[in-house]
T-cell receptor, first 111, second 111 residues
Framework: DAGITQSPRHKVTETGTPVTLRCHQT?????MYWYRQDPGHGLRLIHY???????DKGEVSDGYSVSRSKTEDFLLTLESATSSQTSVYFC??????????FGPGTRLTVL | TQLLEQSPQFLSIQEGENLTVYCNSS?????LQWYRQEPGEGPVLLVT?????EVKKLKRLTFQFGDARKDSSLHITAAQTGDTGLYLC???????????FGTGTSLTVIP
């Protein structure tokens, strides 16, 4: 299995609070991705990174920001969490574009 | 509008039965991937198909890419309880760095 960890694995927070999710890889893969998974919508890309300090938006990026200061870490931040951001968040890594490896997910509940 | 339509959305069958699930689009793709996701875990890549009409086999799973590279099917022979999970198809975006996922087919194999 690819070495990908996500933390925390579960989080409950209140509307308006900031939240940061962490993705850590030990594979030295170039690309890292953040997705959210919701019933009826499948997996939707939030942001992705193609190198240290190089990031770009996905299809559902509003309300989210990311940072990648080291190859191994990709952080997803919700500046002010809303109930619509309750979801399961997955990090993925890739070295070549047609093969992604996913982390175990973070279940976030915003009350 | 969903780029990739997967059908059926839900499927419940008895162990030993055969089944086929579909991934359809009106767009042409350079490649298409199939993933399986078990409850509480991240998706795992099963196969990538790249050539129109291509057929790939993975034990009891047979994957086919449509001749026009707009659709794909996954056929499972003699389903087992271990096949239970969410089956997702995915395609690369125009830049090759992004991926778009279908909404998935949730398969339950009953013993």
């Amino acid at each position: 299995d690819a070495g990908i960890t996500q933390s925390p694995r579960h989080k409950v927070t209140e509307t308006g609070t900031p939240v940061t999710l962490r993705c850590h890889q030990t594979e030295n893969h170039r690309y890292m991705y953040w997705y959210r998974q919701d019933p009826g919508h499948g997996l939707r890309l939030i942001h992705y990174s193609y190198g240290v300090k190089d990031t770009d938006k996905g299809e559902v990026s509003d309300g989210y920001s990311v940072s990648r200061s080291k190859t191994e870490d990709f952080l997803l931040t919700l500046e002010s969490a809303t109930s619509s951001q309750t979801s399961v968040y997955f990090c993925a890594i890739s070295e070549i574009y047609n093969e992604q490896f996913f982390g175990p997910g973070t279940r976030l509940t915003v009350l | 509008t969903q780029l990739l339509e997967q059908s059926p959305q839900f499927l419940s069958i008895q162990e030993g039965e055969n089944l086929t699930v579909y991934c359809n689009s009106s767009s042409v793709f350079s490649s298409l991937q199939w993933y399986r996701q078990e409850p509480g875990e991240g998706p795992v890549l099963l196969v990538t198909v790249v050539t129109g009409g291509e057929v790939k086999k993975l034990k009891r799973l047979t994957f086919q890419f449509g001749d026009a590279r707009k659709d794909s099917s996954l056929h499972i022979t003699a389903a087992q309880t271990g096949d239970t999970g969410l089956y997702l198809c995915a395609v690369p975006g125009n830049t090759g760095n992004q991926f778009y996922f279908g909404t998935g087919t949730s398969l339950t194999v009953i013993p």
